[in-house]
């Protein structure tokens, strides 16, 4: 349902997103195609972390994220899912509790440092929380590390310049597509590189993350 | 649709459409269409309806529409949660499971949780909302970029709909966190929109910018409207916003069945009448107030086919007028007075947060950061809880006294003010607004 007539030409900019580079920011230009790209990887996490159709996925991310989300939110239709989402803020928390359990979604992916310490403000237990959710994916590792301490097995997102790459929970790499995507190591630096056309390019472009890539489509952190 | 950019309006067929044919479109969607579907599929609608007594072959006039149709508002919906066990309050009307909406009925969104448990908002839309009205007004146009500053609970409709005129989104937290990042971009890419700013974030802006020794006048002057909102702006916000170069464009929401936002002529938020049919009731009653009088809004939408609210009363005090707008738009003009559920009644007189929001405000140390107390409707005393940053000359026995000062100057009673330092009630809200009234 569209609601009101749109503009015949879209920019050819779909938005200026950003990735992180240890303390730097760096605006990040990216297209439809390069969404639209995206969105077939996002799917294939979702699958594999066992969202079905008629079920729904929790994003606990920024909008500042938005060019690593979107390609997630729009992998949801494609699984034939919903999404809902709320902020990966401190204040927020309250609504990953909430939404988890008024919607009792498949997967919960996003919940960072800030969120748990949300929980900790509201006295809220992440195993108790997640209790009824399938697949938990912490957005870095030591999210990861604090739900593991609280009894929660969760996988792990990490925003790699502009890729995304998930391990599954119980898994320790981090997976990313291979066919998309170059990651080599420098110095143990992880250095991305586009194999499918982008917006804009990343040349061996460092990502401030170390780790190293054991295998094509694998990194270990 | 081809856009020139010189042109006055978005959509000038439908902003300037006549009354007749405004009223002529809303009796068409509404008794041919909104009334049977809800009455069909929603839970809710169908059970407050055989509740009174009416079916939709009784509503076939809006003289039937305005005698016959029962009220719903926030607490039914949140008893038919809670009793069904249905997080939608009974207002879905689509099936998810339902093969042909696969790619229509895409997620669910959220209202803020300022005053209580988020509630779940269904969402069916793709493309551009009416927004682009606005986004248009504002003075934004094709080729532009557009400071997309908000949450993610809101869903992609705006990032659509910044695109949906021609524009593309730069995106940024609406978090004290990316101030830094808000001024950065809005300097390398000049952007010529923005959504939203609001009070929590112009006191985050003013202090970023003094430690950064950044001259918000430059940062800002690719800027040619802002559109702000989640809580009333006091006068001092405004006056200083304005210094930085900017044009506000305030927006308020149209009792849950969309949003309402100003023009250029700064009138009144315009209320589109091809999307929602908005009533001006007795707040304490069922019967309508006069054009420009205060009233409770009570809202039905026109187009939302996934969850649609009809007659919903939003305990929102507003004042509507249907009177064409000095910028030429025939639908009506809403303002914002207050929330029903807010006003204290001291000792007989009528109080509402936003009575003493200027005076609060007028006190520098307070940057407008405060909360009424408020027990029960009607209170023998005013009270007041009052963030302040810095405590003053004289601390803060002198403070309160100024802010006493102040608001009884203002509303006449002498308030008993509870001093706290600012960030206690900054955790209350999310980063946009802090609830305003409070019971203890």
Known sequence: MTFAAAYEDPPRVWGVGRVVVGDEIVPWPVSKADIDDETEVAATFLRELGLGADELVLIVSYLSQAIHVAPLERAAGVVGALYSSADASRFDAFRTASLVRQLK?????????????????????????????????????????????AGVVAGTWIRLGALNAVAYPGEDQLRYDATRWQVDEADGELLVTNLADRLTPSDRFRTGVQGRVPTPGRIAL | MSLDPARRYFSPEIEQMSRADIDSQRDEKLLGDLIPWAYKRSGLIRETWDAAGVSPADVTSMNDFHEKVPFIDKDAIRSYRDRHDDPYGGLLCLDPADPTMKGIFSAIFSTSGTTGDPTPAPFAGRGPSMLVREFWELGARPGDHFLHCLFTFRGPSIHDTIRGIGATPVFVDHQPSDIEQLLRFSRDFRPTGWYTLSGPLIMMIEETATRLGIDLQDAFSSYRGVVFAGEPIGPRARARVEGWGLELFIQTSLGDVGAATECREHDGCHMWEDTAYIESLDPEGTTPVGDGIRGELVSTTLIDKVAPLLRYRSDDLVRVTREVCACGRTHGRVHTLGRKGDEIIVVGVSVLPGDVWGAVESIDETNGLFQMIRPSREVDTLRLRVGYATEGPGGLPALRVRIEDAVEESVGIRPEIDLVEREVLLRQGPPHKIPRVTRA
Request: hydrophobic fraction near 55%.
């Open chain 1, 105 to 149: 979604p498949t997967v919960v992916i996003g919940i960072d440092d800030a969120v748990l310490a949300g929980f900790d403000d509201l006295d809220r237990d992440p195993a108790e929380v997640f209790a009824p959710v399938r697949a938990v994916v912490a957005s870095g590792a030591g999210a990861q590390a604090r739900l593991a301490a």
